[in-house]
């Protein structure tokens, strides 16, 4: 490549200019200036010194070229160095970067930033609202009790709001519309459901839904309470899977490997909140003075933060399907219930009824969040591996 | 005729880059009709509202390219492998090396020396066509699935591109710097490719859009040349584009903090999709020589290229152009924003040597400061001004003042750029770098002589009717400026010569002109082949009379006009019309 350049010597610049006759003399007397300085025997060698930050770095000859325009070097200049213009002079000094000693380029982690405090507080709001609000269902009768629940479940409505719109557990984009009236269905079946399927299987409901245990119509308020405190450990694993998984990324050299990194990673995030998450519902149920209802609330609480971990990472067609399917299988339930009370209708109560006998109401939301919280499981852990789902929170253009 | 101007980040924005010149443009060209097609570059500029449009912009669309929003189409099996095979494709080309250099290989010819390098230069040649072909299909590929599936954006975010792309850099033969590329490289540059591409997701290029203009004008190149891309290989509609400052260059001296590996897969992108625009352009019209020379080596080929330049409006200047009377035979100015690039410096140390010789004569620097950078340069060249030249009074009981003053356009002193450049005998330019010096171009305009440095456009704007001189060199800026200050002859000389040079070369009018010349050649040269359908659809012979092949109006013809797809024209049946609508049809 350099000698190639030397032979370009008789190239004159296409200008007339100040150095029109150095081109063609040797380099010896190529200094008729009135100062001669350093003359260095290898100009170009020098410019290169000069500009090694660009050399370096460039990628390719024209990325050298517009660097040394931008350093005002013309091509009466790289005449100077004997070269017709600044992209065959570009082209010798890039040709002439030693490249086998480069240093692949290191990347540097990203700086892991700390759970915030604003949004700690955010995601306790839920949890503290809803025990205040089965505290104050528990306490009041009568008409103060009817405004409590209602001023009660707004306010866990807002609470909610304010900690999923915001921090680690906002949403890229609003899922399809439906999304969060089949959420709310979901929530008031945990807290409602069970109570009015035993009475519609009994025959009634006679009576507006009670916190006593022993009442025909039971409100259950263990999953609800539970649900609500356990956003706080929810939002700090997704967190540390997003934060976790970003510093993979950054490390991982091939998609494949990032993905079978990733993976156990969200196991272990989803295997950790169930856990506290079983670890939270005793503890609440003593609270409340009602019995653990274990496997509905594990299979709601996981359907639901898997829903969401997908939804944060911008997957949100495949949870809203999950979730209205779950929804409309426990609507049908209780339909079918009612529906049998029709004349010659009695059959269609049949599964519904042998499911109840056999291992209690709990069944219905068990079987449909069970199975919703599997299927969303199997989607996210071929979803969230990919590179492209940690991307947009990754790059910013 | 009926003109797309197609501007990315410019007109009809009032903030815009080109805004100035497209809005003479437009106004200079009042006998054809303007489309404006605009892409806007942030929210703060789509903030800031357009300029009085002109009568004869008949409609104006614009689209964000900052905000793309994913259109919620999933791809099915057939689509999906579609998008894969054309991503995989332009992945391929990306990784398989940087932009093509088509310019070099006919400047060999002229150059004895180059031919020990020509013979393998031709066997990079071959390889190289092929992989410009190759880019073009993966590009119009993609354009294609836009135009009929949607859903791109979100397809280019997926994880289908960022896998394509993983298998281009690993592939044998990719560059070395692709093959380096890691997981987060991958998705940037996944990332900016989306970006680059959202042009293709637009809904321009129907016949009822740019399929209904004779002409795109593309006021810049990169991403405002790209609707004007697919917009000819869709509909057949000839592309001029016009680049005062060269994209691919700009894209180089803006992307420095990636990786390597990013920045060589952006490079190739930005440099193939700029040989793709110059090889599909019926015209090129650099703004100055240095733009020309950027686009020969990006691949433009020489035949296409047109300088013109660009135009400025010599009204303010007239008076001062014409009253050489009225300059202080002593005084030296310098006009234009204080930037660390302009060396003032220099100025300084060369007005130091000419006031020791010439002890009366005065220094004035107008202008105001570009950014924070700026300010503290003012701040520094002030004090060294305070430093050199001690303040001098005409006699004892006088108040003194410095010799070199620093002065702002609207001042008591300088009310108008005008009066600044009316004041001196002599204007100086001390730049290190520069583009095209429009101060230069003012000061020619008022007839004034100039003594410049030797950087960007210098010389060719200043012909021979100034002295220029190499920069970094206050010696020879002195000396110059010392030769002019004792010979106003030959000052007046240069300074008529200077401002007929200008007048001829860089006003408005020559402006508008040469773009309706191009416009003009354009049209007669390449005209956009349309056939007219009947009501039944089916080709109406003789619709188009011989008289529509002259150049002029003939856009308010009352028939549909409908396009055809491009070079394959004639091969093919008809292709099915879409209906145009009722308004334009009325017109």
Redesign the interface.
Request: proline share 6%; hydrophobic share 35%.
């Given at each position: 490549m350099t000698d190639?350049h030397q032979?370009?010597?008789?190239?004159a610049p296409s200008?007339p200019?100040?150095w029109d006759g150095v081109t063609t003399e040797p380099p010896a007397d190529s200094a008729p200036q009135r100062t001669p300085r350093r003359g260095p025997a290898d100009p170009v060698k020098a410019l290169m010194h000069r500009h090694r930050d660009l050399c370096e770095?460039a990628?390719?000859p024209?990325?050298i070229a517009?660097?040394l325009?931008?350093?005002?070097i013309?091509?009466?200049t790289a005449a100077r160095f004997r070269h017709?213009?600044v992209?065959s002079l570009a082209e010798e000094m890039y040709a002439r970067i030693p490249?086998d000693n480069d240093t692949?380029?290191t990347?540097t982690p990203p700086t892991t930033s700390r759970p915030h405090t604003t949004w700690l507080l955010r995601t306790l709001l839920p949890g503290t609202t809803c025990a205040a609000t089965v505290a104050a269902l528990h306490l009041t009768h009568g008409r103060p009790r009817l405004l409590a629940a209602t001023a009660g479940t707004l306010a866990v409505t807002l609470s909610l709001r304010a900690a999923l719109t915001r921090g680690p557990l906002s949403a890229q984009r609003s899922g399809p519309p439906g999304t969060l009236i089949w959420t709310c269905w979901l929530l008031a079946y945990a807290a409602l459901g069970d109570g009015l399927l035993m009475a519609a299987a009994s025959g009634g409901p006679e009576a507006l839904p009670t916190t006593a245990p022993n009442a025909p119509w039971p409100l259950t308020t263990a999953p609800l309470l539970t649900l609500t405190i356990s956003c706080a450990p929810a939002a700090w694993l997704a967190h540390h899977f997003a934060t976790r998984a970003r510093n993979k990324?950054?490390t991982?050299?091939?998609?494949e490997?990032?993905a079978t990194s990733v993976r156990p990673l969200l196991l272990g995030t989803v295997g950790l909140f169930l856990a506290t998450v079983a670890a939270l519902l005793p503890l609440t149920a003593v609270l409340v003075d009602e019995p653990a209802p274990y496997p509905q609330t594990l299979t709601l609480t996981a359907h639901l933060f898997l829903a969401r971990l997908l939804a944060i990472h911008g997957f949100t067609?495949a949870p809203a399907v999950i979730l209205t399917a779950t929804a409309t299988a426990q609507a049908t339930a209780l339909v079918t219930l009612f529906a049998a009370r029709l004349p010659h209708c009695a059959f269609l109560a049949t599964p519904v009824e042998t499911l109840i006998d056999t291992w209690g109401p709990g069944t219905i939301p068990t079987l449909t969040c069970g199975t919703a919280a599997l299927a969303l499981l199997i989607h996210a852990t071929r979803k969230l591996p990919?590179?492209?789902?940690?991307?947009?929170t990754?790059?910013r253009? | 005729m009926r003109i797309g101007i197609l501007t990315e980040g410019g007109y009809p924005y009032v903030s815009g880059d080109a805004s100035p010149w497209c809005d003479r443009l437009v106004r200079g060209l009042a006998q054809h009709e303007f489309d404006v097609y605009a892409l806007s570059r942030s929210e703060r500029h789509e903030d800031e509202g357009w300029l009085p449009l002109p009568s004869q912009v008949r409609r104006v669309r614009t689209a964000p390219l900052w905000a793309a929003e994913d259109d919620g189409v999933a791809y099915g099996r057939r689509a999906r492998r579609r998008f894969a095979e054309c991503y995989g494709e332009l992945a391929a080309v990306l990784c398989a090396g940087v932009a093509p250099e088509g310019g070099r290989l006919s400047e060999g010819s002229d150059e004895s020396s180059a031919r020990a390098g020509a013979s393998s230069a031709t066997a990079v040649d071959e390889p190289s066509a092929t992989l410009a072909d190759r880019f073009a299909s993966a590009l119009y590929g993609l354009a294609e699935l836009a135009r009929e599936e949607g859903g791109l954006v979100g397809a280019l975010r997926s994880e289908t591109a960022v896998r394509a792309l993983e298998r281009a850099c690993r592939a044998p033969g990719a560059l070395r710097t692709a093959h380096e590329a890691r997981v987060p490289d991958l998705l940037t540059v996944a990332a900016h490719l989306e970006h680059a591409l959202r042009p293709l997701s637009l809904d321009w290029y129907e016949d009822d859009g740019l399929g209904s203009v004779d002409l795109c004008h593309a006021a810049s190149g990169g991403a405002a040349a790209l609707p004007g891309l697919l917009a000819r290989h869709f509909t057949g509609v000839p592309l001029l584009v016009t680049e005062y400052g060269v994209r691919l260059r700009t894209h180089y001296l803006a992307a420095t903090d990636s990786s390597p590996a990013v920045r060589s897969l952006l490079a190739a992108f930005h440099g193939r999709l700029a040989a793709e625009i110059y090889r599909q352009a019926a015209y090129i019209t650099p703004g100055n020589a240095h733009a020309r020379r950027w686009q020969e080596r990006c691949g433009a080929d020489r035949t296409k290229l047109r300088t013109v330049y660009p135009g400025m409006d010599a009204g303010p200047f007239a008076e001062v152009g014409e009253s050489p009377e009225r300059a202080a035979p002593d005084t030296l100015v310098w006009v234009g924003r204080v930037e660390p690039a302009k060396d003032l410096i220099s100025l300084l140390h060369a007005f130091a040597e000419i006031h020791k010789d010439e002890p009366g004569t005065r220094l004035r620097i107008v202008g105001a400061p570009a950014g924070p950078e700026g300010t503290a340069y003012l701040t520094h060249c002030k004090a060294l001004a305070a430093q050199l030249f001690p303040d001098e009074a005409d006699g004892p009981h006088a108040v003194g003042d410095n010799p070199v003053s620093f002065e702002e356009i609207g001042g008591p002193e300088t009310p108008t750029l005008a009066d600044a450049y009316a004041s001196g005998a002599v204007i100086v330019l001390s730049s290190v770098v520069e583009g095209f010096p429009i101060s230069l171009a003012e000061a020619m305009f008022c007839g004034r002589a100039t003594v410049s440095t030797d950087v960007g456009a210098v010389v060719e704007v200043i012909g021979g009717t100034g002295l220029v001189v190499p920069p970094r060199n206050p010696r020879a800026l002195a000396e110059a400026c010392m030769a002019l200050l004792r010979d106003p002859e030959r000052r007046e000389r240069l300074g008529a010569a200077a401002r007929a040079r200008a007048l001829e070369l860089f006003t408005v009018e020559q402006n508008v002109a040469a773009f309706h010349g191009i416009y003009l050649e354009i049209v007669s040269h390449c005209p956009v082949r349309r056939a007219v359908l009947d009501d039944t659809g089916d080709p109406l012979p003789f619709a188009v009379p011989a008289e529509a092949h002259v150049p002029g109006r003939w856009t308010a013809a009352a028939s549909r006009m409908v396009a055809r797809g491009g070079p394959g024209w004639a091969a093919g049946p008809p292709v099915p019309a879409t209906r145009v609508p009722a308004a334009e049809a009325a017109r």
């Open positions: 190639v032979r370009d010597l008789p190239g200008s200019g100040a770095r990628v390719d024209l990325e517009a660097g325009e931008a350093h005002g013309t091509d009466r017709k213009d992209f490249h692949p380029h990347p990324l950054t991982s050299r091939a998609l490997d990032f067609h990919r590179a492209s789902a940690h991307a947009r990754a790059t253009w | -």
